[in-house]
């Protein structure tokens, strides 16, 4: 087993290197950068001695578990990707850290980042979990990086609902390719809640296939620059706004057809459904109109206000007809 030690940072050969003859808590107190990916470590051991450590490299070995970091308070890149670490503890202390990697773990929950006020960047793609299991995510830590998180990849882990992540509002450039996202009225509702969304991933999810896919997502964000790794022309943009009012203005126009106002009850003195001169004309040839509809019979079929509506500008014209024969007469 391999332990991260000061004591294997000092025999590294690079360390000796760059470190020459320095004294050996000079060396360790100004090391910012450490470089120990591939090096199957198990292990962190006490490395507060690095008191200034602003990037650390420990991808590609078999780390069980995030621990002895709490020094690292000038922390700012943390790059754990390609270990078996199954859980995010222990990152409280780390409030400068402004980017963290841990794709390709066996991770099933994100959790444990409310204290990391300045998290930009968050990498958590591909988590080896078992068959049947999907990546979650704790709505308190989606509330605590929802000023600051920019970009988010969470591609590969069985997702098939996001509407968590619409807390998010911050984000810019966001992955979520290989999942199973189906829903794209979700999708919509969500990445259109991201007002500064420039970059979206989603190939490999069945919702690529919903028809008119890419077009209903570009008309709901707005300032999508680039969706599935294809360019978005303003060009498009605008053409599919305009479709889009446009249908919506007719389904407006439609549903008025369909639903005219609610007949009103006093019909004898030229009020609501029949016209004044309609009334005239019915009062005058001894017609007898239908009384009007009691108020929970107003409600009627289409195609009843249809009818009714054809009748009643028969009625008007008769009614025109009739005055100015009367004016000829005179």
Same mark, same amino acid.
Not at 162 to 185: C, G, Q
């Given at each position: 087993?391999?332990?991260?030690?000061?004591?294997?940072?000092?025999?590294?050969?690079? *360390?000796?290197?760059?470190?020459?003859?320095?004294?050996?808590? /000079?060396?360790?107190?100004?090391?910012?950068?450490? %470089?120990?990916?591939?090096?199957?470590?198990?292990?962190?051991?006490?490395?507060?001695?690095?008191?200034?450590?602003?990037?650390?490299? !420990? @991808?590609?070995? #078999?780390?069980?578990?995030?621990?002895?970091?709490? *020094?690292?308070?000038?922390?700012? %890149?943390? /790059?754990?990707?390609?270990?078996?670490?199954? %859980?995010?503890?222990?990152?409280?202390?780390?409030?400068?850290?402004?980017?963290? *990697?841990?794709?390709?773990?066996?991770?099933? !929950?994100?959790?444990?980042?409310?204290?990391?006020?300045?998290?930009?960047?968050?990498?958590?793609?591909?988590?080896?979990?078992?068959?049947?299991?999907?990546?979650?995510?704790?709505?308190?830590?989606?509330?605590?990086?929802?000023?600051?998180?920019?970009?988010?990849?969470?591609?590969?882990?069985?997702?098939?609902?996001?509407?968590?992540?619409?807390?998010?509002?911050?984000?810019?450039? *966001?992955?979520?390719?290989?999942?199973?996202?189906?829903?794209?009225?979700?999708?919509?509702?969500?990445?259109?809640?991201?007002?500064?969304? =420039?970059?979206?991933?989603?190939?490999?999810?069945?919702? #690529?296939?919903?028809?008119? @896919?890419?077009?209903?997502?570009?008309?709901? #964000?707005?300032?999508?620059?680039?969706?599935?790794?294809?360019?978005?022309?303003?060009?498009?943009?605008?053409?599919? =706004?305009?479709?889009?009012?446009?249908?919506?203005?007719?389904?407006?126009?439609?549903?008025?057809?369909?639903?005219?106002?609610?007949?009103?009850?006093?019909?004898?003195?030229?009020?609501?459904? /029949?016209?004044?001169?309609? #009334?005239?004309?019915?009062?005058?040839?001894?017609?007898? !109109?239908?009384?009007?509809?009691?108020?929970?019979?107003?409600?009627?079929?289409?195609?009843?206000?249809?009818?009714?509506?054809? !009748? @009643?500008?028969?009625?008007?014209?008769?009614?025109?007809?009739?005055?100015?024969?009367?004016?000829?007469?005179?």
């Amino acid at each position: 087993m391999v332990t991260l030690t000061t004591e294997l940072i000092v025999n590294s050969r690079n *360390f000796k290197k760059k470190k020459g003859r320095l004294s050996l808590q /000079y060396n360790l107190r100004t090391l910012t950068h450490l %470089h120990f990916s591939g090096h199957n470590i198990e292990d962190i051991g006490d490395l507060s001695a690095c008191q200034n450590l602003t990037v650390l490299y !420990l @991808y590609n070995n #078999c780390i069980t578990q995030i621990q002895n970091l709490d *020094f690292a308070c000038n922390l700012t %890149h943390l /790059y754990l990707q390609n270990n078996n670490i199954t %859980h995010i503890d222990n990152l409280a202390h780390l409030h400068k850290l402004s980017k963290l *990697f841990l794709g390709g773990n066996r991770i099933s !929950l994100l959790e444990g980042l409310e204290s990391l006020g300045e998290l930009e960047e968050l990498h958590m793609e591909s988590q080896r979990l078992p068959p049947g299991e999907k990546l979650l995510f704790d709505p308190r830590t989606l509330r605590a990086l929802a000023k600051s998180l920019r970009v988010l990849n969470i591609s590969n882990n069985n997702i098939d609902e996001m509407a968590d992540l619409a807390a998010l509002w911050e984000i810019r450039h *966001f992955s979520a390719a290989d999942n199973k996202l189906r829903n794209v009225e979700e999708l919509e509702s969500v990445s259109g809640s991201w007002p500064w969304l =420039v970059q979206m991933d989603l190939r490999g999810n069945p919702v #690529c296939k919903t028809a008119k @896919y890419r077009d209903r997502l570009i008309t709901a #964000c707005k300032a999508l620059e680039v969706l599935d790794g294809r360019d978005i022309h303003e060009v498009t943009r605008e053409f599919l =706004v305009k479709w889009e009012a446009s249908k919506e203005a007719k389904k407006k126009k439609k549903a008025a057809l369909l639903n005219p106002p609610p007949l009103m009850n006093n019909a004898s003195k030229g009020q609501g459904a /029949y016209p004044p001169r309609a #009334c005239c004309l019915a009062r005058a040839q001894g017609w007898k !109109l239908p009384p009007p509809p009691p108020p929970q019979q107003q409600q009627q079929s289409h195609r009843v206000q249809l009818l009714k509506s054809s !009748l @009643y500008r028969r009625l008007n014209r008769m009614a025109v007809t009739a005055d100015a024969n009367k004016k000829i007469t005179r």
